[in-house]
């Protein structure tokens, strides 16, 4: 497998389409005539793809060319990226610390210049966090807005497929090539922006709030108090839903402890938690709703600290935190899009934009008074 070869970050090299622009896919959607293993052992004899996701076929019919499939977290089921099976992709910018996850191999195949953008999934946060650890652009667009015909797992109420890039303007064109119906607008001069009240790192609250503070825009303070509760139904939702596409795998010694620990803990979530955790989703929805009707896009930190280092990244349940910023909006379904910054040590933190469900182009419009390109803030390919 040629992909071991260049550091774990894809796991088949391909040459489907005869466009310029180049596109990596993430594991976990169909290409025709080859396997979707999803970074897992346990699928590792899975039959050869019989037709291209939904997804890959936009991307040919659009004239882009296909060249990997990356590498993942196993069944897309952690944040690190860290995947003992397929190795674990080495973070171009940050070596010492993870890619995240789940989409690893599509963040870094970007950060490594592999590709123009690439193609990850998100269902808790799995573009937002490798983009943040490598250094780019993620957006996870509104809920069902881009098709999941071909995507692992086959049914979910959270997962959402969508670009990574290293500037805005190229997730926009991709966004635009994935969806017909998406077109950019002009940019929002002086957009009113609401400022999520969360607690989060210094060093990362520093670079949040210096990136507003030299941006040309309004800034609202917004409290949105369901996003614990959001957060803990968002975990209770994506675990039934995982037990569903994946539980009869969960005893396989094929599956990395990781991914096996929480497979086998997720066939416990009942019923009335499930009730209880839809109950929230209905209440956060609204509430997120109600706070942008008064302004034109949330903001808050995409994840409260640093990203892990791989040494402290070997105890996976000290991992599932870096989520509680944006597992919320998975379960909420507005579009979210995490923008890269530094901190004042240079070290890579995130701003999550958070719009209104259906006003991705919107989203993208008000982010860029806030897409401030510096050397320290991640970078250019404007």
């Given at each position: ?244 596409a994946f539980g009869h795998l969960a005893r396989s010694p094929l599956l990395g402890a990781d991914v096996g620990e929480r497979l086998r803990a997720a066939e416990a979530v009942t019923a009335e938690q499930l009730a ?31 990203p892990l280092t791989l040494a402290a990244a070997a105890d996976a349940r000290a991992t599932i935190g870096s989520t509680a910023f944006v597992r919320p909006f998975n379960l909420s379904g507005h579009p979210a899009l995490s923008m890269p910054l530094t901190t004042a040590d240079g070290l890579p933190a995130g701003l999550q ?30």
């Amino acid at each position: 497998m040629r992909g071991r070869q260049m550091g774990a970050i894809l796991v088949e090299e391909l040459a489907l389409g005869a466009g310029e622009t180049a596109v990596v896919v993430k594991d976990s959607i169909a290409v025709a005539g080859y396997p979707t293993r999803a970074g897992s052992r346990a699928l590792a004899d899975a039959p050869p793809a019989a037709a291209h996701a939904a997804v890959v076929q936009a991307l040919l019919d659009a004239g882009c060319r296909i060249t990997g499939k990356a590498n993942m977290h196993e069944l897309a089921y952690g944040v690190t990226g860290i995947n003992g099976w397929t190795g674990t992709p080495v973070n171009p910018r940050y070596p010492d610390r993870v890619p995240g996850g789940s989409s690893s191999g599509s963040a870094v195949a970007v950060a490594a210049g592999l590709c123009d953008f690439a193609l990850g999934t998100d269902t808790g946060g799995s573009i937002r966090i490798p983009a943040i650890c490598c250094g780019l652009y993620g957006l996870k667009p509104t809920f069902g807005r881009i098709g999941r015909d071909g995507v692992l797992p086959a049914e979910s109420s959270l997962d959402c497929v969508g670009p990574f890039a290293r500037s805005l303007a190229m997730i926009e064109r991709a966004m635009a090539l994935l969806d017909t119906s998406f077109h950019a607008e002009a940019a929002v001069a002086r957009p009113r922006i609401g400022v999520v009240a969360v607690t989060a790192d210094a060093p990362v609250a520093q670079a949040v709030a210096a990136r507003l503070a030299a941006s040309p825009v309004e800034q609202v303070p917004v409290a949105l108090p369901g996003m614990e509760a959001a957060y803990d139904a968002g975990l209770a939702i994506i675990a039934a839903e995982n037990w569903r596409a994946f539980g009869h795998l969960a005893r396989s010694p094929l599956l990395g402890a990781d991914v096996g620990e929480r497979l086998r803990a997720a066939e416990a979530v009942t019923a009335e938690q499930l009730a209880r955790a839809e109950t929230v989703r209905a209440a956060f929805a609204a509430e997120v709703d109600a706070a942008l009707d008064r302004v034109d896009a949330l903001v808050l930190p995409t994840m409260p600290g640093l990203p892990l280092t791989l040494a402290a990244a070997a105890d996976a349940r000290a991992t599932i935190g870096s989520t509680a910023f944006v597992r919320p909006f998975n379960l909420s379904g507005h579009p979210a899009l995490s923008m890269p910054l530094t901190t004042a040590d240079g070290l890579p933190a995130g701003l999550q934009i958070i719009g209104r469900r259906g006003g991705d182009a919107r989203l993208c419009a008000v982010a860029r008074a806030l897409d401030i390109v510096t050397e320290q803030s991640g970078g250019a390919d404007q």
